[in-house]
């Protein structure tokens, strides 16, 4: 991330000029080429001798790294190699990503990022992004004001308070918005050189973490309160004096101020957070694909959420719209989503209004709904709400493995010809339920979306790729529209138009016997689609100002990066 990389949206076949020569172009990852420089670079340069003599091409360095890759024992083996190589030579390990994203997508994100941000003080070796720590209050303008962040467009930021399922990983989380950005230019295409990682390191609670003598961050208990808010406050201020168009992205903070956050900020400048709108998003679009196979309209959807937070009530709400756009009232829409939460259906007379955050009272239900239930608790359980409800949809976003359990799911298959089951909860460890299990319980009725990545099953005496309903099916569409067009804020609209693109890229449109969501190999033609549905509805709603659809794709075509080693020379 520095000044001397050239401006973005350069050709493919730009060349870079620098000043720096020898070790230093070695040592930047941006720059470094490795055994790609060319006789004249290495002339030109000061390379030779540094470099072994035979130039090889980019692919054949992607051979040699893939053959070294799949050599290893484990993911997490791989998930160090490849955080290694994205500090030496950023070209190249994006070449390998995007030429193999289906094969690496499981080790730079879930499940192997978990494991990551739980080990990450363990295997630090580079500085990437920044960490903010609390001591820095009142210096961080001075932080941002460095030249060499001249160029950045897009920002990922954490707290590192809940990361995954795996909770408060402190300054480890910075393996969210690292794996975060990985992905914006992998599936997206923003250029590397525009992308930048952060962690708010307010502290951690975590005891092992703060007793480890090799944890990196700031060892201190969590600030909370008033202090956390004017320390995030004073964060987004110099973001919005540094970057006044700069896309920010909130990633993996704890339920008390995710969705908080979002609505002190979102009409600021352009940010969402991808937990609570992404997540909803790739949930809705799957489940707008799955209506094509059930048959069942949306406005006669039943949706029980196991998992009340900012993640579960993001989804009711953008499924909610979507109902609402169908006919629906508002009212009606939002009784026909039943959220359960700890201690079970969030429900009139039972819950406790004062303990909820604001999003969480919109799906309680009237108490009216639950009269005449014959139920083992006073306040519904799980098993009591799938008997009496009869849902349709099975949506969990809890974190906690195995809570769709058989009686659950064999309760729900008896009422419904194609039960839809998300378990949804990352990394694959936590997991609701195992997607064979699902598929023995339901005898292969079930359409099934999942979270993290699952081997495949068997369907129909026939090998079935599992969907992995993730949201970088979602935000590197979102991103690319909202820097390539402009725009000016993220809104919940922006969403919905993003999840029914992914929709209409189903191939069950076609064949109800399909997947419902594009291979991962895919993943940049979805961004491409999504972006250009964000950008329609972006227009319609008037914030950019309305322009050719050859116009729109030509603008978002540009801003896609493709990882392509350009010439290097000196700067006179």
């Known amino acids: 991330m520095g000044s001397k990389f050239p401006p973005v949206d350069l050709p493919v076949d730009a060349q870079v000029k620098t000043r720096l020569t020898e070790q230093d172009i070695l040592a930047d990852p941006l720059l470094n080429k490795g055994t790609a420089f060319t006789e004249q670079e290495r002339d030109e340069l000061g390379l030779h001798g540094l470099l072994p003599p035979n ?6 360095q992607v051979a040699r790294r893939m053959e070294a890759l799949r050599a290893l024992p484990t993911d997490f083996d791989r998930y160090v190699m490849l955080r290694e190589l994205q500090d030496s030579n950023e070209t190249l390990y994006y070449a390998v990503i995007t030429q193999h994203i289906e094969e690496m997508l499981p080790v730079i994100y879930t499940p192997t990022v978990g494991a990551g941000c739980q080990r990450f003080s363990h295997i630090y070796r580079k ?42 990983q402190g300054a480890g989380g910075m393996g969210i918005p690292i794996g975060k950005m990985a992905l914006y230019t992998a599936c997206g295409g923003l250029h590397p050189a525009t992308t930048l990682p952060i962690t708010l390191d307010v502290g951690t609670d975590n005891q092992e973490l703060l007793a480890d003598p090799l944890y990196i961050g700031w060892r201190h208990a969590r600030v909370r309160g008033a202090e956390y808010d004017e320390f995030i406050d004073e964060f987004v201020e110099a973001v919005k004096e540094r970057w006044p168009h700069v896309l920010l992205q909130w990633e993996d903070f704890a339920k008390n101020n995710a969705s908080r956050l979002l609505e002190k900020y979102r009409d600021d400048l352009c940010t969402f957070n991808d937990d609570v709108q992404g997540t909803a998003a790739v949930a809705s679009g799957t489940l707008l694909a799955a209506i094509n196979v059930t048959g069942v309209p949306v406005t006669e959807q039943r949706v029980v959420i196991l998992g009340g937070g900012s993640a579960g009530c993001g989804i009711a709400s953008l499924i909610q719209n979507i109902m609402v756009e169908a006919g629906l009232s508002a009212e009606e829409a939002a009784s026909r989503f039943y959220v359960v939460g700890r201690a079970g259906l969030m429900v009139e007379g039972k819950t406790d209004l004062a303990k909820l955050e604001p999003f969480q009272r919109r799906y309680v239900q009237k108490a009216a709904a639950t009269e005449g239930w014959v139920k083992e608790n006073d306040q519904p359980s799980m098993m009591d709400v799938i008997k009496n409800v009869k849902p349709t949809v099975l949506i969990g976003v809890s974190g906690q493995a195995g809570s769709f359990t058989e009686a659950m799911v064999r309760e729900m298959a008896k009422h419904v010809t194609r039960p839809v089951i998300f378990p949804l909860s990352n990394p694959t460890a936590n997991s609701e339920a195992q997607p064979a299990d699902l598929m023995a319980w339901t005898e292969g009725r079930v359409i099934i979306g999942t979270g993290s990545p699952f081997p495949p099953i068997e369907r129909n005496g026939r090998q079935f790729k599992v969907d992995q309903t993730n949201n970088s099916y979602i935000f590197p569409g979102v991103g690319v529209a909202a820097l390539a067009l402009k725009i000016p804020r993220i809104t919940d609209r922006l969403f919905m138009a993003a999840a029914k693109s992914l929709a209409e890229l189903s191939p069950a449109r076609a064949d109800a016997e399909a997947n419902l969501l594009p291979p991962v190999c895919k993943l940049r033609d979805v961004a491409r689609a999504v972006a250009i549905g964000v950008g329609k509805q972006a227009i319609a709603d008037g914030q950019i100002a309305a322009i050719s659809d050859a116009e729109m794709a030509a603008k978002i075509d540009v801003k896609m990066w493709e990882p392509v080693y350009p010439h290097v020379f000196l700067a006179k």
């Open 127 to 168: 500085p990437r992004g920044l960490f903010l720590s609390y001591p820095h209050k009142g210096l961080i303008r001075k932080i941002l004001a460095n030249s060499r962040f001249d160029n950045i467009e897009a920002i990922v930021v954490t707290d590192g308070e809940r990361i995954l399922g795996l909770g408060d």
């Open 55 to 60: 130039v090889m091409t980019l692919e054949e």
